[in-house]
């Protein structure tokens, strides 16, 4: 079954601007990954936080985690164009990870 | 570094009818895993190998769906016969042994059943 659910499932934006995706998930996870696909193309990943992290960042990404609230959260900051894509959030344990339903985002120019 | 390799990209059949599916995984990459995502959703794990044998095949639908990794490295995926239901995307990631949660995805191969 899918672990992780994101939240809004479709984001349209104006470049320049910051864009917010949340993740929850229901069981105890050892990490949290977010993934990036382009239309047409494999899942690309971007960033991985651990269960006993708080906050990470990496480039113009920053992803949150609360264990206490089974929840995560994506920023992306100064989007770009290049930025459209679906955004999935993946939980990890068990040595398999487990994909939410994923993210629309839509960077207009 | 060249990254996991699927085959065909894309593939068009009809019901009732057979396919078949080909990835090669990162050299050295001890773990296999084949995903089905259906549009608008995200991947769903079909099937987990290391080295040759089988480690996760729960959500693999056994009546129709079969895989195979002889030698260790490359696996196929076999479909038999095709449902409307199993137009997907497959896509196959690869991993290290012990870093399962690092996964190497390769571009996917899109199925459409008519």
């Known amino acids: 079954s899918q672990q992780g659910e994101e939240d809004p499932q479709a984001l349209s934006i104006q470049e320049g601007e910051n864009a917010t995706m949340n993740c929850s998930y229901k069981?105890?996870?050892?990490?949290l990954q977010w993934y990036r696909q382009n239309s047409g193309r494999g899942l690309v990943h971007l960033i991985l936080?651990?269960?006993?992290?708080r906050e990470k960042h990496s480039g113009r990404l920053r992803v949150t985690l609360d264990t206490s609230k089974k929840s995560s959260s994506l920023l992306i900051t100064a989007s770009r164009a290049a930025d459209t894509a679906s955004y999935f959030c993946?939980?990890?344990?068990?040595?398999?990870?487990?994909f939410g339903k994923g993210n629309q985002v839509v960077v207009i120019p | 570094e060249a990254g996991v390799a699927q085959s065909p990209r894309y593939k068009i059949i009809e019901k009732r009818q057979s396919v078949a599916f080909w990835c090669n995984p990162i050299?050295?990459?001890?773990?296999l895993y084949w995903y089905q995502q259906i549009l608008g959703q995200g991947p769903k794990l079909l099937i987990q190998?290391?080295?040759?044998?089988?480690?996760?095949d729960s959500q693999l639908p056994k009546d129709r769906f079969s895989a195979e990794r002889l030698k260790g490295v490359d696996s196929t995926l076999k479909i038999q016969p095709a449902k409307l239901e199993d137009s997907a995307v497959y896509l196959c990631?690869?991993?290290?042994?012990?870093?399962?949660?690092?996964?190497?995805f390769g571009p996917g191969t899109r199925l459409t059943v008519l």
């Open positions: 936080i651990r269960s006993n992290e």
């Open positions: 993946a939980t990890g344990g068990n040595n398999r990870l487990a």
């Open positions: 050299s050295g990459h001890a773990t």
């Open positions: 190998f290391q080295n040759n044998g089988v480690v996760d």
């Open positions: 069981t105890s996870i050892n990490n």
């Open positions: 990631a690869s991993s290290f042994l012990g870093d399962e949660d690092t996964q190497y």
